[in-house]
């Protein structure tokens, strides 16, 4: 249905700044979340 598709599109556009911990980069886990609105 292409949602999956624009998904995976959108997600690869975000950049990100790395988490830090006493001003040095941290591992961190994040969930994305997107909502379609079909009209």
């Known amino acids: 249905d292409g ?3 624009k998904a ?3 997600a690869r ?3 990100f700044t790395p988490a ?3 001003g040095r980069p941290v ?3 994040i969930t994305l ?3 379609f609105n079909i009209y």
Request: aromatic letters at 12%; hydrophobic letters at 30%.
């Open 3 to 5: 949602l999956t598709e």
């Open 27 to 29: 591992s961190q886990y």
């Open 33 to 35: 979340v997107y909502n």
């Open 20 to 22: 830090e911990k006493d």
């Open 8 to 10: 995976i599109e959108a």
């Open 13 to 15: 556009r975000i950049t």
